[in-house]
């Protein structure tokens, strides 16, 4: 029989105990992404966000956060960001004409500019219209940052900066890719405007 209780506080220990070992095996990629973005906003560029279905919402949080605001205590300007995912006429149409695969490199083709920031989120690493989008902007001059989890996958070679989750749990990546997202946004607005 399923035991509920035992379930809930595996999941909340395993959450924990995964940040810990994403503290100690990606803190220096934190930090490197930190002033990835922060001199890419600072030199007047954006950040793009994309990723698939989760990540795809994740790209969207995190992108608002940025846009938006996280601190409410900081009153500050936007800070540039999109997500790549949003526009459901856009997506369907480049699924229909030109591929799923190509999704997010033709927006990129499209709205990126060299000195722009990529930010790409996928659990497995494999995602191929991740690695075609991560493609598109080195060749444009564009850096990539890939949160990933399970070893990195494909895109771990590919990108400029990864940061990789210990882990192989989606779930337990995707809140971990939530919560650096969350400190790369925090370490921007409070460096910029705090």
Not at 101 to 127: C, K, M, Q, V
């Amino acid at each position: 029989m399923f035991d509920r209780k035992k379930f809930i506080t595996d999941s909340l220990k395993e959450s924990s105990e995964i940040k810990l070992k994403v503290l100690e095996s990606c803190y220096d990629d934190i930090m490197k992404a930190s002033e990835m973005i922060l001199e890419t906003i600072k030199s007047g560029n954006k950040l793009m966000l994309c990723g698939n279905g989760g990540s795809a919402a994740d790209s969207q949080h995190l992108a608002t956060e940025f846009m938006i605001r996280l601190s409410h205590d900081i009153k500050r300007k936007a800070i540039p960001a999109i997500a790549l995912s949003t526009d459901s006429s856009n997506l369907t149409a480049g699924g229909n004409d030109i591929g799923f695969d190509n999704i997010f490199a033709r927006n990129i083709e499209g709205i990126g500019r060299e000195g722009d920031l990529l930010i790409g989120i996928s659990t497995s690493g494999n995602s191929k219209n991740i690695i075609k989008a991560v493609l598109i902007s080195k060749s444009m001059g564009i850096k990539t940052i890939c949160l990933l989890g399970s070893g990195g996958g494909k895109l771990k070679d590919e990108c400029d900066l990864p940061i990789v989750v210990p882990s192989d749990n989606v779930q337990r990546i995707q809140e971990s890719h939530i919560t650096i997202g969350h400190i790369l946004c925090e370490i921007t607005e409070r460096e910029l405007y705090g």
